[in-house]
């Protein structure tokens, strides 16, 4: 074996170390982001009747970005005092479609 091979491998594994513990360090943010939020979702959850649970829980399987986003600003509005009495589907419904972003049409002029 020549120095240049050596070289080669030794680059090769500290690059699959270096993959590995970037790995482990997403792998424990996404753990901790989701304790928080099961943790907000145990805190809000007795404002919810059982159809908007349901819906949340459809959001969470369907586009768990809008979920964890929807946990948080239920939380938030909680803690503030904003939110009173139980939220149903049709006002659950209403506020995932409030945190969606819009979708705008596109239109073709032709000249």
């Given at each position: 074996?020549?120095?240049?091979?050596?070289?080669?491998?030794?680059?090769?594994?500290l690059?699959?170390?270096?993959?590995?513990?970037?790995?482990?360090?997403?792998?424990?943010?996404?753990?901790d982001?989701?304790?928080?939020?099961?943790?907000?979702?145990?805190?809000?959850?007795?404002n919810?009747d059982?159809?908007?649970?349901?819906?949340?829980?459809?959001?969470?399987?369907?586009?768990?970005?809008?979920?964890?986003?929807a946990?948080?600003?239920?939380?938030?509005?909680?803690?503030?005092?904003?939110?009173?009495g139980?939220?149903?589907?049709?006002?659950?419904?209403?506020?995932?479609?409030?945190?969606?972003p819009?979708?705008?049409?596109?239109?073709?002029?032709?000249?």
């Amino acid at each position: 074996m020549d120095i240049e091979e050596i070289k080669k491998k030794k680059l090769l594994e500290l690059m699959r170390r270096a993959h590995q513990q970037n790995n482990l360090q997403d792998l424990t943010q996404e753990r901790d982001i989701i304790s928080l939020v099961n943790k907000y979702l145990m805190l809000i959850r007795e404002n919810l009747d059982e159809k908007a649970y349901e819906r949340l829980m459809n959001v969470r399987i369907v586009n768990p970005e809008l979920y964890a986003r929807a946990v948080f600003l239920l939380f938030q509005m909680k803690s503030a005092g904003r939110l009173k009495g139980t939220i149903d589907d049709s006002k659950m419904k209403k506020f995932l479609m409030s945190l969606l972003p819009k979708e705008r049409e596109t239109k073709i002029i032709r000249k």
